[in-house]
């Protein structure tokens, strides 16, 4: 990737310094400043030449420097961004020695060549891929968090939910996408929702 990105990355470093452009005999100089990078997180680790298994490698996260095994006992207090000049030092070390340990350490497996655009800022000016990271990771923790309140203040009951559930299905027009019945297991968090993250959406509008 690094390759094919570098003609654009060549562009707009021209664009930050200036584009003379003459009209009707007159000279203007236009100036443009690289904003942001939108993309998933598979493309954007990509760009930023970071690791792309989410599942194995250890710190996933391109904010932050949490442990993968941390994920379930997360203490905001050991919370420690990633800051850009940090992330250019390590990749600038890792190219020098690829075969450095600090390549799984800290995720990065290369010097991204879009750091060279000025004035563009690695960690907060590649954001949140929210598609993603909400509707397949957090949605699913949430919508148990709102069942479960709902069941211990006596609002709902599963068999309501249920029957809910099963209206829903039947008015929508791609019916497959919602689940048949949720089980308490799943709603006190014993129990994983394994189906696409469309099929959370769906249900989130019980």
């Given amino acids: 990737m690094q390759k094919a990105i570098r003609p654009i990355i060549r562009d707009l470093i021209a664009a930050y310094e200036g584009i003379q452009i003459s ?9 443009k400043k690289f904003l ?6 598979k493309g954007i680790h990509e760009l930023l030449e970071m690791m792309t298994s989410f599942s194995s490698m250890a710190r996933f996260c391109r904010f932050c420097y949490i442990h993968k095994y941390e994920r379930s006992n997360f203490n905001i207090k050991h919370f420690k961004k990633r800051a850009h000049h940090q992330f250019i030092e390590i990749a600038r070390i890792i190219s020098r020695n690829p075969s450095t340990t600090i390549k799984s350490i800290f995720s990065q497996k290369g ?3 879009i750091s060279y655009v000025p004035e563009f800022n690695i960690i907060d000016q590649c954001p949140v891929d929210t598609a993603h990271s909400e509707t397949e990771g957090h949605m ?6 709102l069942l479960s309140f709902l069941i211990k ?3 709902i009951t599963m068999s309501q939910f249920n029957t809910r559930l099963s209206k829903l299905r039947k008015a929508l027009e791609i019916a497959e996408y919602v689940p048949d019945e949720l089980s308490l297991d799943f709603v006190q968090g014993r129990k994983e ?9 769906y249900l989130s509008f019980f």
């Avoid at 929702?193 to 959406?201: F, G, Q, R």
């Fill in 23 to 31: 009209i009707d005999g007159t000279l203007f100089t236009f100036f």
């Fill in 36 to 41: 942001l990078v939108a993309g998933d997180n």
């Fill in 111 to 113: 010097f991204p060549y």
């Fill in 140 to 145: 699913k923790e949430e919508l148990q968090c």
């Fill in 153 to 155: 203040q006596n609002k």
């Fill in 193 to 201: 929702y394994m189906h696409k993250a469309d099929e959370i959406y």
